[in-house]
Each structure stands twice: as C-alpha cells, then as structure tokens.
C-alpha cells in the first residue's frame, strides 16, 4: 500500500493560530541569535572557498568600520580566539582561509609587538580589481569609503548568525540554517507556511555551498532537531522546514527539552526522509565528525581599540552596521492581555524590547530561584552603562555563572532595595487611600447627614437670634 503523501499548505489563513504561533516563535528567537554578520556571497565566486569568502568578508568589514585603520596604515589585529567568536571557524579552518586568500594576493599578515602578535591588511586595491574583472566591470581605483560603490561591487549581502552554527557543528550548516531562517521569517510575514523549496541549486546559487557540502550540513542540522525535509509532487521536489520549538530550546540552553523534541531523519513526522541512514555495507567516509558543541558562545568583552597588541578583547560595537534582515515589528510580539515590563512574577528592567523580554524568561528558565536576582543586576548594569554588548548576551553570561555557582549579586542588590522600598510605599500609600475612603464613607452615611442637616439649623437659629438682639433659644 502506497503511504499517503504530506501536503503542504501554500496560505495560512485556514491556520490563523499556527501562523500567530509561528510569528511569536521568530519574534522570541531572533533577540537570541545576537548580531549578524554580513557574507558577501559573491566572494564565493571569487575565492571558491564560503569559509575564506566569510573570513573575507568579516576583514572587509574591519577595514572599512575598524578603528585607527587610517593611522595603522589598514592593519588590524585579530587573535584566533576572536576570528572563532565572530565567525564561528575553527583554528584549522581560519588557517586554511587565510592560505586561500594568500594565494589571491589579497591578504597580507605580519607579527608584531612582544609578545608577537598576528595583524592583518586586505589589499583593497587587489581585492577592488579582481572584483571589478569578476562583473565585467573596468578596474577602476575604488574608494573604499564610498559605500554605495562598494556595495555594488559586493553585491547583496546575506545575514549569518554566528550562534547557528555551533548548533549545525559548523559555518557550512551555520550559514544554511541563517539563511533559511531569514526565508522562513519572509514567508510568515507574507502569511504562506514556513516550508520552503530547497533544492541544491538554490541553495549553490544563494550561498554557495556546494552539493556535498549542503548534505552534510543538512544532515547535522537534522541529528540536532532543528531542519525537517519532505519530497513531493511529480516531479518530486524537495521542500525543507525549520523546527521554530527546538531552535528556540538550543538557543536558551534547554537541551535536555529539545531532546525528548528530536527528529530523525526517518521520524514520521519528517514525511518522506531524504537524508538516509546509511544501509549495511555502506561507507561511512562521507558521515561528518564535526559534532554540536554543547558550549554557548564565548560572550562578546568590552570594548578597547583593537590596533594594538593589547586588544584582544572584542569590540562588539563594531559588527555589522547595515542590518540584511529587518528586526520583529513590536506591535506582532506584544502580547496585549500582560503587562509590558512584567514576566509572570518576575520584574524585567523597562529598556527591555517586547522580543527581549520573551527572549529573557527562555533564558532564565535553567536558574529560576534565582531569576529576580539576575533581571535585577542586568537592570543595573544597564542603567550603569556597563553593558556594551546587547542586554540578552550579557544575560546569558550571568546564567552560566548562576548554573555553576559563580553569580554574586553585586549592583542588583540596590535595585531590588530600591523595588522593596518602592513596595513599601505604595503600601503606605494605600493604606492610607482606603483610610481616606473610609472616612468618606462614614460621612456618607444617612445618620452621619441626619446630624449634619440638625447641626446646621442649629447653627442658622444661633446666627439669625444674634443678628436680632435676642437670645438664642434654648434646645431642650
């Protein structure tokens, strides 16, 4: 017997509530990608390598936006350590990059300082003319300040999320996942069902990976949960799906929930699996061994001129300026039946967006107990202005230390004295309100008017006796 094939939806509105659902999920998860990096899928063409193109594009960013680029003469100094926390390459891949570029003539290296340190200089010039030659375009001196310019020699850029890939095992599965995420989001919105056609031409043609490239990261992004392909119709075409609950669960750091949420690749609920188990017999050669790293991203440091050998902590600040995909509109995140600075019970700092605060409770739900105490040290670290990374990465590093043992409130301590303080007042302030309230009830009353009324006349016979020379009359 013949299995019954999945259909696929092409409109949403016979499922308002799963679209609303899928809208709050992207509106919750895109605060916990963090910043994005703009990838040039051009240089691809260029370099024939997506990890050099990606390294390249990373030092075209530095070398336009990077500080004391002019006084340095265009170098940069940047660690390994750095290079993995922006773009998510390992030493190895960082190295056989770099040799890429070398090649190309279009990166040049040197040691400095004691102890020596690695600075780097794109040769734009280089870069400009084997740019210009790969469009058909006359090399011509290009000024690379000029943005309007460059971006036409770069064409359009895509958004990677760097923490995707620690989630896929990789930058191939990394920059797979960010730009089927940005789909995703762009079919939601147009109200179509969050499948998405996923042929390997398309995806060679938007980011360059190649065929077994793409099956390796479809693959890993599979044994993680997070990526579910169906065939159908005839011919038969492959179509492919983001699982929005268990991205949402790597990203806070709830594996344990995303396990129980796993789909393998022969799941039924996968449909018609196109990533087979490999049959007895079979080589494994073609398996990855790059596994899912179960450490969160190392938290971006604060901010110091990066020109010298000092810097080696990262300057946040100086990501990507163009944003490629456009941030969650707040009025489809707010939920209008709750308060907009509250979570349930716990008090989240004001300057938090709509997104964030959905973002926030996900990451507070490993630490509970001690919730209040990290929301209230992220609200005075921000009203300090000590935060120079976005508020949810500086969240996240105070709940690694709170799992471990190692969070001690410090500034929070003022805010929370401060809330109680404030608590304590409106209660006074209360009190005294339904003390007022009481008062004016009493007063209200018949028999409170009754003698009032009396009280009154009282006072009129008095008046009007005096203003006749005669004694006032005695009550009995």
């Not at 308002?16 to 703009?38: M, V």
């Not at 500080?67 to 190895?92: C, N, P, V």
């Not at 790293?293 to 300026?321: C, E, V, W």
């Not at 105070?398 to 304590?424: C, D, I, K, Y």
């Amino acid at each position: 017997m013949r299995d019954r094939e999945p259909r696929i939806v092409t409109s949403a509105d016979d499922d308002p509530w799963q679209s609303a659902q899928q809208e709050r999920a992207l509106a919750t998860l895109w605060p916990l990608l963090g910043r994005h990096i703009a990838f040039h899928r051009r240089l691809v063409d260029l370099t024939a390598n997506v990890k050099a193109a990606l390294l390249l594009s990373q030092s075209i960013y530095w070398t336009r936006h990077g500080r004391d680029i002019a006084q340095t003469g265009g170098w940069f100094l940047k660690t390994t350590e750095q290079w993995q926390m922006e773009t998510g390459l390992s030493a190895r891949e960082q190295s056989a990059a770099r040799e890429v570029l070398r090649e190309l003539a279009i990166l040049n290296e040197q040691r400095v300082g004691i102890p020596a340190r690695l600075h780097f200089r794109l040769c734009v010039d280089e870069l400009g003319t084997l740019l210009s030659d790969g469009i058909g375009r006359p090399s011509v001196r290009l000024d690379w300040a000029d943005g309007a310019a460059v971006a036409e020699l770069l064409g359009p850029s895509l958004a990677y999320h760097r923490r995707l890939a620690g989630i896929g095992g990789g930058v191939h599965a990394g920059l797979l996942l960010s730009r089927a995420l940005h789909l995703t989001r762009l079919r939601v919105r147009r109200q179509l069902r969050e499948w998405i056609g996923s042929s390997a031409d398309m995806w060679t043609e938007q980011i360059g990976l190649t065929r077994y490239e793409q099956e390796i990261a479809r693959r890993n992004l599979a044994h993680a949960g997070v990526w579910e392909e169906v065939r159908i119709g005839t011919p038969r075409r492959l179509f492919a799906r983001i699982r929005l609950d268990c991205l949402l669960a790597l990203l806070a750091g709830d594996e344990s929930a995303n396990a129980n949420r796993m789909v393998l690749p022969y799941s039924p609920e996968c449909g018609i699996a196109t990533i087979n188990i490999r049959q007895k017999g079979e080589t494994s050669m073609r398996d990855s061994h790059i596994h899912v790293s179960t450490k969160m991203p190392i938290q971006f440091r604060q901010y110091r001129p990066y020109s010298f050998d000092k810097t080696a902590n990262l300057h946040i600040q100086g990501s990507t300026r163009g944003l490629v995909q456009q941030p969650p509109t707040r009025e489809t995140i707010a939920d209008e039946g709750r308060s907009q600075r509250r979570g349930g019970d716990l008090i989240l700092p004001e300057s938090l967006l709509p997104e964030e605060r959905a973002a926030a409770l996900l990451l507070l739900k490993p630490c509970a107990q001690q919730a209040q105490a990290l929301l209230d040290e992220l609200s005075a670290r921000m009203q300090a202005r000590a935060v120079h990374t976005s508020p949810l990465a500086y969240l996240r590093g105070m709940v690694r230390r709170a799992l471990t043992g190692e969070f001690v409130p410090e500034l929070g301590q003022r805010v929370a004295a401060a809330r109680r303080r404030h608590g304590e007042e409106l209660i006074l302030r209360q009190q005294h309100e339904a003390e007022q309230q009481r008062i004016a009830a009493e007063h209200a009353t018949p028999e409170r008017q009754a003698r009032l009324a009396s009280r009154r006349a009282e006072m009129r016979q008095i008046a009007d006796a005096m203003q006749a020379g005669r004694p006032p009359e005695k009550r009995s």
